[in-house]
Structures are given as structure tokens and as C-alpha cells.
């Protein structure tokens, strides 16, 4: 059974920075592709930015280079740096194993239970 486990809740002021972490638990396919979603109040959840078991990210456009994902595979943790965040990246945060390379929902194989993250101005 594969679980994943995203750090606690955080709060932060606007043009601040946060790091999330996902620890992922259990047997994983090995082609697998990682990534963070999101979902705002009122709003769908979207794709944050996604990862390749190769290394190679891929990021929503609206994150505008103030992201950065990462793993370890070796310890099977993923991570999403964000900077100069605003009021509007206030959302719950999903960590995600998707079955292909393709920032959709739907491709979610699994999620995590999710973290909220406040940014207050």
C-alpha cells in the first residue's frame, strides 16, 4: 500500500518562502512521476509542477520560476520550494504519484492527505 506524507501545516507573510516535504511509504512503480497539486477555496485543484524519476521538472506556468521541485529518490522524499509567495498561492498542497508524465488529476495514482498553506499579505 503506498502512502504519502506531506510536512504540517504552514503559514507564511507575503514575498516569503516555504518548503514543503512529502514522504512516500510502500512499493512505488518504477516509472513513476511525482508532482504537487494544489486546491485554493472555491477553486479546482491544479498542478503545481511535476517531476520524472530521471530528475526532469516541469512547472505550472503561473509559478513564473518562484518554485522548485526536487526528490531523493534514495529516500523516496519529494520537496517543493516556493519563493515570493502571495496571498493567491493560498491553497491546500497535494503531494501525488501520477501513472504518466501528464499534470492532470486524473493521471493521480495516488495522493497524499494534503497540507495547507496561508499566506497572508
Known amino acids: 500500500q503506498v502512502q504519502l506524507k506531506e510536512s504540517g501545516e504552514v503559514s507564511v507573510q507575503a514575498g516569503g518562502s516555504l518548503k514543503l516535504s512529502c514522504v512516500v511509504s510502500g512499493s512505488l512503480p518504477a516509472r513513476r512521476y511525482m508532482a504537487w497539486f494544489r486546491q485554493a477555496p472555491g477553486k479546482e485543484r491544479e498542478a503545481v509542477a511535476g517531476?520524472?524519476?530521471?530528475?526532469?521538472?516541469t512547472y505550472a506556468t503561473y509559478t513564473k520560476g518562484r518554485f522548485d521541485i526536487s526528490q531523493d529518490i534514495s529516500v523516496n522524499t519529494l520537496w517543493l520550494q516556493m519563493d515570493g509567495l502571495t496571498p493567491e498561492d493560498t491553497a491546500m498542497y497535494y503531494c501525488?504519484?501520477?501513472?504518466?508524465?501528464?499534470?492532470?488529476?486524473?493521471?493521480?495514482?495516488?495522493w497524499g492527505q494534503g497540507t495547507p498553506v496561508t499566506v497572508s499579505s
Open positions: 501525488a504519484v501520477l501513472r504518466r508524465s501528464q499534470l492532470i488529476p486524473r493521471e493521480v495514482q495516488y
Open positions: 517531476i520524472s524519476i530521471e530528475g526532469v521538472p
